[in-house]
């Protein structure tokens, strides 16, 4: 929060920011404005605007704030001593105008975030090369080594078009809570490069740190998996974004995603946008089906059950209902048919690759 004026003693009642002890809207308020269809519909808009008295029991005049195409706040006027004149629309783009080229005049909304060292990193994000002499610097500052291991890590709205707080705002919090890492915004999302070598967290406890963040402020997260040298950020970038894309088209719950999670997910999708999914699959499979459906037997299923539970004999027999002589006899047989070898890794990794493809072309 900028600025504010009590005409009435409070009016308003401010929480203080547990980490920066700055004044902000109270969490009960927060909450009932992040379900309210009328307030999120609002942040779209680009001329002065009245809120109905429904959330709050008064109206109130408000105007957003954009540098360019970006939100970056909202000057309001609450009904509370005088009613609301239709004069009062005019008087509010005069000053949410003049406030706005303030702030984008004076550098209010860019702070650290649109400096040298900034652009120097969405290069590499860009796969362009930058001007290394800041990075290393920063890199020094932090006690960084460009053969750390890292992670990045990609948040975006739930929904792009709803933007609760401003972007600056978004990545002022996270410079609070992730003080080790480094944060900055790109392509309207904020990424955040964490060395894991040097912090003293894990992954899990920092984005369990995250989580009320997340929520409160209806975000998604993104996570890349480990990788070795701070100039394979782009890498680890678009592991982030695939991890977001992936896991929100899942319908997980969840407000966070690991492309770990979602690899095999990937590697299969990768595959059959170059190439028909029965095109790739083993042609063992196929004269495994073959024989199941001339022979009323099982074989295919048998195989999948039994690769799938790592060959392993007890549990396999426990699952399909039958006796270990026989699941012995069928996987004899299998190996017979099609005369694939079953202790050849390469040759099982293929077959369970082959599985996962048949299912998506059930799917």
């Known amino acids: 929060m900028l600025a504010y004026s009590e005409k009435l003693k409070n009016a308003n009642i401010w929480e203080a920011d547990l980490k920066t002890g700055r004044p902000v809207v109270r969490t009960v308020i927060r909450n009932d404005f992040q379900l309210d269809q009328e307030y ?29 195409k970006r939100y970056i706040g909202r000057v309001l006027v609450e ?26 005049l004076k550098g209010l909304t860019r702070g650290d975030y649109d400096g040298q060292l900034d652009q120097d990193i969405r290069q ?26 890292y992670r990045c890590l990609k948040l975006i709205p739930n929904q792009m078009e709803a933007y609760l707080v401003s972007n600056t705002a978004i990545v002022d919090r996270l410079h609070v809570l992730l003080p080790a890492c480094y944060t900055l915004l790109y392509e309207e999302s904020a990424v955040v490069i964490v060395n894991m070598t040097r912090i003293d967290k894990t992954i899990k406890e920092i984005v369990t740190g995250l989580a009320v963040f997340l929520r409160d402020n209806l975000m998604k997260l993104g996570i890349s998996s480990e990788y070795s040298g701070f100039f394979r950020l782009q890498n680890g970038y678009k592991q982030a974004s695939i991890a977001l894309e992936m896991g929100k088209r899942s319908g997980s719950m969840y407000w966070y995603y690991y492309f770990e999670n979602y690899l095999v997910d990937y590697v299969r999708d990768t595959m059959t946008r170059e190439m028909p999914v029965d095109f790739l699959i083993s042609e063992a499979m196929n004269t495994l089906k073959q024989y199941d459906a001339d022979n009323h037997t099982e074989l295919f299923h048998t195989l999948k059950v039994y690769l799938r539970l790592e060959r392993n004999l007890l549990q396999t027999a426990k699952k ?35 599985f996962a493809l048949e299912e998506q072309i059930g799917t």
């Open 124 to 149: 590499i994000l860009n796969g362009q090369i930058p001007d290394n002499q800041n990075l290393l610097r920063m890199m020094e500052q932090k006690e960084w080594r460009q053969e750390d291991v």
């Open 320 to 354: 399909l209902y039958i006796h270990r002589s026989t699941l012995s006899y069928r996987i004899e047989r299998i190996q017979n048919i099609t005369g694939i070898d079953l202790e050849d890794e390469k040759e099982r990794l293929k077959l369970l690759l082959s």
């Open 79 to 104: 009904e509370i001593v005088n009613l609301i004149q239709p004069g009062d629309y005019d008087v509010m783009e005069y000053l949410a105008d003049f406030i706005q080229e303030t702030i984008t």
């Open 40 to 68: 999120l519909e609002g942040l779209s808009e680009r001329k002065t605007v009245l809120f109905s008295a429904n959330q709050r029991g008064y109206q109130i005049l408000y105007r957003n704030l954009y540098n360019e």
